[in-house]
């Protein structure tokens, strides 16, 4: 096979989890049971987590008791049409189970990065401190964008030269331009790192960093001026903020190391012919519109018939006994390559690729999606696939499914339902009977737990699935809790 070598290690810096909320990495204060249902269980941090990071519709979005018992009782709901599902001996689609899966792995994933990450990270009060301080510099810099060809002219040790000595050993015509710079502007994050994380010196040269393929650009502080926290509750904010940009940033450089001795020594090799016919292919079905998109998805995932689907995998089949790659000296043909990509969709760095860019895309998602395969192993090495967090996510997913299979059965019931009907109402009610004596809560629990009321639609960044939690099940507004037999949970 011929093709051009794609060395995984230039990838492995790209893996990050973020969200719009942080997410609490202290695993074990999860298991902390709020509700058992037969043999499922509703944690405390699953009832925070599905009441506040998804969206809840608006009769019961509030933050006052009702609108609480309104939502507890939609996520026992959802365990109770579970189990209607196990009663009526439904099963799961081979999509369906691939999309659970692939949940599941994504969360021993985020363990292995707890656990080669976070868990290494050492907190230093006064390093924070003077972190804080560089927080609120304010700094005026000099600035020149310099063409690559000129490197060779240039001085490896930029300590003894000013900017305006770069400029005149290069070229008369670079231009110097000043700016200035606070933490939250826009910025190249290696000047950034620099700044706000580094132990910059005034008139220093700093460089070069890449600006694209032919340019780098360098720089020289010229002032800085910092505007210090005044009240206790600024300072504690400012503190509690940086500390988690401290932890996370080196969480993930802890976990590169880790990810580098997972990926030492492997490459891809592709077989240029088939990855061109491929990614053809394959860009008909990843270039359409965002909601479109969606949509395809959804419907895949929960087999709805109604619509045809405008794009599938199917036009590929020509093409799936046919060798593509070579990776870790294993053979990949098209087919082999789809099943990885069932359990874990493709990842675009790129969200706005166009076809002519798709190719170059493709192949770094490729590489991004083996390199997440290799931690995955290396998680169920370690027994990660038993970790509680691991398994209470992919009984969350299943749940979720096995809910929505069985409500779109009661009447033809649709996922985009904004109000639950009477019928459905009655429905939960009837199940709310029916299971009463296998069903027990912690109401002491349940007393002491505060919702918000504002809106929020958390979401991981660079991950093949983008949803920390299922969302918000609409599936009753009764907020009676006449069921059921109390019970404390240690």
């Known amino acids: 096979m011929s093709g051009y070598k794609y060395p995984l290690l230039i990838f492995l810096l790209i893996f990050s989890i973020s969200c719009e909320k942080q997410i609490n990495h202290d695993q074990g204060s999860s298991v902390n049971i709020l509700a058992k249902i037969g043999e499922k269980i509703i944690t405390v941090n699953d009832?925070?987590?599905?009441?506040?990071?998804?969206?809840?519709?608006?009769?019961?979005?509030?933050?006052?008791?009702?609108?609480?018992?309104?939502?507890?009782?939609?996520?026992?709901?959802?365990?109770?049409?579970?189990?209607?599902?196990?009663?009526?001996?439904?099963?799961?689609?081979?999509?369906?189970?691939?999309?659970?899966?692939?949940?599941?792995?994504?969360?021993?994933?985020?363990?292995?990065?707890?656990?080669?990450?976070?868990?290494?990270?050492?907190?230093?009060?006064?390093?924070?401190n003077s972190l804080v301080k560089l927080s609120k510099r304010r700094y005026n810099i000099s600035f020149c964008v310099?063409?690559?060809?000129?490197?060779?002219?240039?001085?490896?040790?930029?300590?003894?030269?000013?900017?305006?000595?770069?400029?005149?050993?290069?070229?008369?015509?670079?231009?110097?331009?000043?700016?200035?710079?606070?933490?939250?502007?826009?910025?190249?994050?290696?000047?950034?790192?620099?700044?706000?994380?580094?132990?910059?010196?005034?008139?220093?040269?700093?460089?070069?960093?890449n600006i694209d393929i032919e340019n780098v650009l360098y720089?020289?502080?010229?002032?800085?001026?910092?505007?210090?926290?005044?009240?206790?509750?600024?300072?504690?904010?400012?503190?509690?903020?940086?500390?988690?940009?401290?932890?996370?940033?080196?969480?993930?450089?802890?976990?590169?190391?880790?990810?580098?001795?997972?990926?030492?020594?492997?490459?891809?090799?592709?077989?240029?012919?088939?990855?061109k016919q491929f990614s053809e292919k394959l860009s008909e079905i990843y270039l359409i519109e965002k909601s479109k998109k969606e949509n395809v998805i959804q419907n895949k995932i929960w087999e709805l018939k109604e619509n045809e689907e405008p794009i599938s995998f199917e036009s590929i089949k020509t093409l799936e006994n046919k060798i593509i790659l070579t990776h870790d000296n294993k053979n990949y043909t098209v087919q082999k390559l789809l099943d990885l990509i069932k359990t874990h969709p493709l990842v675009f760095r790129n969200k706005k690729a166009t076809s002519k860019s798709f190719p170059k895309e493709l192949k770094y998602a490729i590489a991004d999606l083996f390199r997440d395969y290799h931690i995955t192993q290396n998680a169920y090495n370690l027994n990660l696939h038993k970790n509680f967090e691991a398994i209470n996510t992919e009984s969350k997913w299943s749940d979720y499914i096995k809910s929505t299979i069985v409500k779109n059965n009661i009447s033809n019931y649709k996922n985009n339902l904004k109000t639950p009907t009477n019928h459905l109402i009655n429905k939960i009610d009837s199940l709310q009977n029916k299971y009463s004596d296998i069903i027990k809560i912690d109401t002491d629990k349940f007393e002491k737990i505060k919702l918000s009321r504002i809106d929020m639609s958390v979401m991981y960044s660079n991950q093949a699935y983008s949803k920390p939690e299922p969302s918000f099940p609409i599936l009753t507004s009764d907020h009676n809790l006449d069921y059921g037999k109390k019970h404390v949970f240690k």
């Open 47 to 128: 009832f925070k987590k599905r009441s506040e990071y998804m969206p809840r519709p608006a009769y019961c979005k509030g933050d006052n008791y009702i609108h609480k018992k309104i939502a507890f009782n939609s996520l026992i709901a959802e365990k109770l049409l579970s189990l209607e599902f196990d009663d009526n001996n439904y099963i799961f689609t081979d999509t369906q189970k691939a999309f659970i899966l692939g949940q599941k792995e994504q969360t021993m994933r985020h363990l292995m990065l707890k656990k080669f990450g976070y868990d290494s990270v050492k907190i230093d009060s006064a390093e924070i």
């Open 219 to 275: 720089f020289e502080i010229n002032e800085w001026l910092t505007r210090p926290n005044i009240t206790k509750a600024q300072k504690r904010e400012s503190f509690d903020l940086i500390q988690k940009e401290f932890t996370k940033q080196n969480a993930l450089q802890f976990f590169s190391r880790k990810v580098s001795k997972i990926m030492k020594g492997k490459s891809i090799e592709y077989n240029p012919k088939v990855f």
């Open 146 to 209: 310099v063409n690559k060809k000129h490197m060779n002219n240039i001085k490896k040790n930029l300590n003894d030269i000013s900017i305006n000595e770069l400029k005149a050993s290069i070229d008369d015509e670079i231009i110097i331009n000043n700016k200035t710079l606070s933490k939250d502007d826009d910025m190249l994050e290696e000047i950034r790192q620099t700044l706000y994380f580094g132990k910059p010196k005034l008139n220093k040269m700093y460089g070069p960093f």
